[in-house]
């Protein structure tokens, strides 16, 4: 089954179970499109901006270390409440192996921070490096972030999740990072930028190895730069939100 697929379902279900939450996503979606946000955020072609970030276990990772060893790719995720992200996580660490076999690295990066980052990486136990965005410095950086709107964060309250808490902003600030996968060569230039407003929309793990293949042909340099691709889809306004 695909990515898009098991996402499919859990969409499915959500709406099943919530037509509150689905309206309530609807109005978000329309609001994202509608902000151009994918048309600002990092473009392939572009320089990736070095990062250094804590992990897990309190280690930081630094983006020229990992490129480095070899291309990068970047997965930016909501966060561990999310299910559409945790299946998306899931279906990465089935690929893993395959990413690393073309010598590339993977990083998940979230603005969950503290325990509610370790267990991101504990509960779809996950075998790659999951870093924490705090302050989600980088997300802005990349273009991918937005606050989250009243109604949405009422609706959050109700559900019992507090994005605040989760990821450690004493001020109460809630913002979130579109989703979004880049790939990125050796020299940090983006070579595949896949941004989307829809939540229920990844990047298929299959795409990913087929776009390291292609840096790969090019050669032990990761490529002149000839490889540019770049998917930034506005999105649909049919999206929800279930407590994972």
Known sequence: MSLRDKLDERWRRMCERSPEVRQAYDALVQMLVASGLTETSLKAGERMPDFDL?????????????LERGPLVVSFFRGGWCPFCTTE????????TDIEARGASLVAITPDTGAALAAAKRDNALGYEVLSDVDLGLGLQFGLVFRVP???????????????ARHGNAHDVWLLPIPATYIVDRRGVVRHA????DFRRRMEPALVVRVLDGLRAEGPSGGDGKLVDEIARPGQPDEGVERG
Request: net charge negative; with cysteine; hydrophobic share 40%.
């Open 150 to 164: 009243d109604a949405i964060r009422d609706l959050y309250r109700r559900l019992d999740l507090d994005l605040g």
């Open 194 to 197: 896949e941004v989307d407003c």
């Open 89 to 96: 996580l899931t279906a990465l660490q089935q690929t893993v």
């Open 54 to 66: 804590p992990n897990v276990e309190g280690r930081f990772v630094a983006s020229p270390a990992l």
